[in-house]
């Protein structure tokens, strides 16, 4: 059987889980029923065979089930085309450089209203922080021009752009959408960035194995627009829907052109061990140089695990954190706003720069 993920997609440390191949997050039976399992409303049967088709040569079958985007009539014939299109030339991209000490944070988002006061308010507080560049996260459906321009609005504030093309935290999130939007939408805001994410949110390898042939649309799409923007991968230790319960591993999605390597879930809380990062890390195989993504405390520390801690001093919590990250090894961080749980459990605390406003007592700004 083809190795469709020796590049881009790879299982290692603890718990030795094997190669990902195609059909191996695929059910059992491929029929109109697998197709649409109770609870998934979105089944159109003009566009079976070509959803069969996919889920037969995609290494994350459960994706294609359960991704409203892809049932749309014509998508998953599209993502078909250009699985044809990769397996006859494989493009090669260049691995370019990226500067080092990058403080990021995450994530500005598009507003279909236009208002952006609450994402210049926030702006202004993490430039008094020493941040130098924020995350752009799109969804799909974002239309390309305002995303294109909530970059360029960034860009002149005076940060710098790192974009990722992303999604909320649920499977029916759309991340194998229409490639002809998708090109348009990389191509609006990589016009504007430094580097660009492969994975952040859905589609981090957390909830979505990206083939190669994906991995390489999104990278070429990137590359047609900015042939300067850097390719950032992915190590996300944790549980994934090909781990099961089977015990945390890293799963790695970072090609062989990615400047730098993120890092999440075992680093960027008050008590990980950095001491210890560089020797597990490359233990692990994980690629060099890393970013780590920073959290603070711990998940959810001003929701579902509330620390009694205010914004500004979780923010200094993070800024140690930060610190320690840098002085054991890694390259730069990428912060989380918020406490990463962005509306899940009070839909007033979001992790967007544009939604939420930082929490800054009234007299922080007076000398």
Known sequence: MRRLLAVSMAAVCCCAADELTPGSLMPVSLTPESLAPEGIVWRNPANESQVVRLMTRTGDARSVIYDRACAQEGVAGKWNGIFDAFEENRPAFERLGLREGARVIAEARARED?????LDENLRFFRSRGYDTVLLAFYDGDEPGRIGELAARISGAGFRVWMAFSGGDQLSEGVLCDPDWLAEAVSAVAAHSEAMLLGWRRSSVHLYFQDEAFTSYLI???????PSIAVVGEAYWGHTAKTGNSGACFSVNSPSCSSACLVFGVYGFAKSNFRRSKGFLDGAGIPEPRLSVVMGDRPYYLTAAKNGRGFVENQLV???????????GFYGTITIFN??????????IT???SVTPADVPEDYYKE
Do not use: I, T
């Open 114 to 118: 236009g208002d952006y006061s609450v």
């Open 220 to 226: 070429g799409c990137a590359r047609n627009a900015n």
């Open 318 to 328: 993070k800024e140690h954190v930060e610190d320690l990250a840098v002085e054991n």
């Open 339 to 348: 406490d990463g749980s962005d509306g899940m459990f009070d839909p007033s």
């Open 351 to 353: 992790d967007n720069l």
